[in-house]
């Protein structure tokens, strides 16, 4: 099993990589965010490596970060979800976006990956949700908010309000735990300066 490759980047493409490691090509699918990441051919690089053996195949999957990887693995765990999708939602969001994504069951952020409507979004915040904490403990701020949809938008209306992104962050989610899923923007927001004008009198 290979966990880690450490070489010399020897070409590119769409969605992979060739590390050449002591003479020897490895050929790894990767996540668009780590390909960019990626020095040039002839320098040298390490990345995370996932390693999955079927019968007819043994693929290798790359990784600039230990998190992304974890992610792959944890993804891989919803009925739907395979290789493939995978990468392409690691692709369209980072892994601290993907906790935030998941945490407030923003679908429309889920859905900027290629191949996730929303059937397959809402099932996988459903199922990685209370999965969500262990995967993001080693994480800077632990779950930051989704780049786009209702959540995100309330977030960015507290933060031009004066709020740091945490606490704004913080106030989202527990206003989307009371409203549901499918609020609005404007009521995310409402709920969320009651909650934090409650904090403050306290």
């Known amino acids: 099993m290979i966990a880690r490759l450490k070489g010399i980047v020897d070409s590119v493409g769409e969605d992979w990589a060739v590390i050449d490691v002591a003479g020897v090509g490895y050929l790894l699918f990767c996540p668009a965010r780590t390909l960019a990441r990626l020095p040039r051919p002839g320098?040298?690089?390490s990345l995370h490596v996932e390693t999955h053996v079927r019968e007819d195949h043994i693929h290798l999957y790359g990784f600039a970060e230990a998190a992304e990887r974890d992610w792959f693995r944890l993804l891989?765990?919803?009925q739907g979800v395979g290789a493939k999708v995978a990468l392409n939602l690691l692709s369209a969001l980072t892994p601290e976006q993907l906790a935030g994504a998941i945490a407030l069951a923003d679908k429309a952020a889920?859905?900027?990956a290629q191949g996730v409507g929303a059937k397959l979004a809402a099932r996988i915040a459903a199922e990685l949700k209370?999965?969500?904490g262990g995967i993001a403990a080693g994480m800077p701020a632990a779950i930051v908010a989704p780049a786009v949809g209702p959540a995100a938008e309330a977030v960015s209306a507290l933060g031009k309000l004066g709020y740091r992104?945490?606490?704004?962050e913080s106030a989202v989610r527990r206003a989307i735990g009371e409203l549901g899923e499918g609020?609005?923007?404007a009521a995310i927001l409402r709920a969320s300066l009651r909650a934090l004008g409650r904090?403050?009198?306290s």
């Open 199 to 201: 904090e403050r009198i």
């Open 165 to 168: 992104r945490i606490e704004a």
């Open 130 to 132: 209370d999965k969500v």
């Open 76 to 78: 891989q765990t919803v």
């Open 110 to 112: 889920l859905s900027r």
């Open 183 to 185: 609020a609005a923007a």
């Open 43 to 45: 320098e040298a690089a």
